[in-house]
């Protein structure tokens, strides 16, 4: 029997738990892994404390992992058996979770009508949901400075116009990481490009994805408008220090940007590609996904599927919009008045009305490296030839996926 499938018969074992009344009767001990960090971290931690207050006998404890650590360190954990009780993680983590066994489908044991039908399709496999939306949206958006940029450009010959216009000495046109694949993902729409074809094949290579790669290429090293070297630190110091016009970053720092800027603000749509399409950020954000090792103890998991549903109620999810001004995963929250009339979320909804669903696919692991790696070789020099470039990370990936490659069958 497969991890997955394993993890599949522990979550039929726990569905006579839906809708069973928690506290507890003896103490119970949670651990409550979470991405979350800063002031996200905090209102993590304040819904805790109000769910312990309404449940003395429940204590929950809220650990920090780094995002790019938080599957090994689930796998590690499930080694020693030390597994947490409760992960507030990344969409795409879903994937190699999943396939690990490490995690259990939610269906029987949260309501997940409640959701937003498409936020719950980001972490559906095979049918069966993974994890549950406390935050929808993660895309990545235009933001600019309206005391440097008036209004915000509708198509890329704009774009690069207000870029250019807008690059003198130490401050920059447009800035975003350039070290990250994350970044590339847009613009695949745009161009009209995929990570995989419509058979699952690899298709990083095509003449869709050279012109997208030629597009990028041409803005830092022909129009010059982006700096020599940015990573996500140094792009949004730039930004936020009033020495970059716009930036192309997600709406995780919608509450940071508006807090500086206020009204200065601009919120909008990456442009639509002259000749081709709107670009299509990838859509995922914040999902709460329940760990196999659960499954082992049944009066546990009631009370950890009692505490998913709290933290992500209508109260506590028109709360969180309003604190750090996200879209919310629970339906009827999104269309709350104070969702609905804050003017940077709805800023935040309409540049993610282009976006399309974050695949979650264990071979997005190697799909992301190839793409990453190809993508330092293209910014390092004006002279890297973006077809050698696509070819290179089309080549990586089916190495990748092949048999007893790193992401491909045993």
């Known amino acids: 029997m497969s991890n997955r499938m394993k993890a599949l018969a522990l979550a039929g074992s726990l569905a006579m738990l839906a809708g069973t009344a928690v506290p507890a009767a003896a103490q119970t001990d949670i651990v409550l892994w979470t991405t ?13 404390a109000e769910y312990e207050a309404a449940n003395p006998d429940v204590s929950i404890t809220t650990i920090f992992h780094a995002p790019e650590n938080m599957v090994n360190d689930v796998l590690t954990a499930a080694i020693g058996g030390q597994a947490p009780d409760l992960l507030w993680t990344q969409a795409d983590h879903v994937g ?5 066994g490490q995690i259990v489908p939610l269906d029987a044991l949260v309501d997940t009508s409640v959701y937003e039908p498409a936020a719950v399709e980001v972490t559906t496999v095979d049918g069966q949901v993974w994890g549950v939306p406390n935050s929808f949206g993660n895309a990545l958006m235009l933001y600019y400075n309206k005391d440097i940029v008036a209004e915000a450009p509708a198509n890329t010959d704009e774009l690069i116009e207000v870029a250019v216009a807008n690059t003198e000495g130490e ?28 058979e699952g094949n690899p298709s990083l290579g095509s003449e869709e994805m050279v012109n997208a790669l030629t597009f990028l290429q041409d803005l830092k090293w022909e129009h010059g408008v982006m700096p020599i070297d940015a990573d996500y630190d140094v792009a ?44 299509a950020p990838w859509l995922s954000g914040k999902y709460l996904m329940l760990p196999s090792a659960v499954a082992d103890d049944e009066e546990k998991a009631a009370v950890v599927a009692d505490l998913i549903d709290f933290m992500n109620n209508t109260e506590n999810q028109v709360a969180m919009a309003a604190e ?38 264990l071979e997005m692991n190697c799909a992301w490296d190839a793409m990453t790696n190809g993508l330092v070789t293209l910014y390092a020099s004006a002279d890297a030839d973006p077809a050698e470039v696509a070819a290179g990370m089309q080549s990586a990936l089916e190495d990748a996926v092949a048999p007893g490659g790193a992401c491909g069958p045993a």
């Open 171 to 198: 401050q920059f046109g447009l800035v975003y990481d350039q070290t990250q694949s994350f970044w590339l993902t847009p613009w695949l729409g745009g161009f009209g490009a995929s990570v995989f074809d419509e």
């Open 324 to 361: 750090l001004s996200r879209i919310p995963g629970n339906a009827e929250a999104i269309a709350d008045p104070v969702v609905q009339d804050d003017p940077f979320i709805a800023g935040v909804a309409a540049a993610s009305a282009n976006g399309t669903g974050q695949p979650v696919n």
């Open 236 to 279: 949004n110091a730039l930004f936020v220090g009033g020495d970059a016009a716009m930036i192309i970053n997600g709406d995780w720092e919608l509450s940071n940007y508006s807090g500086t800027f206020g009204e200065s603000l601009g919120i909008a749509p990456i442009p639509e590609v002259v000749g081709g399409d709107w670009p």
């Open 96 to 100: 190699p979770l999943a396939a690990a």
């Open 36 to 48: 979350e960090e800063a002031g996200p971290l905090e209102f993590v931690e304040g819904l805790a």
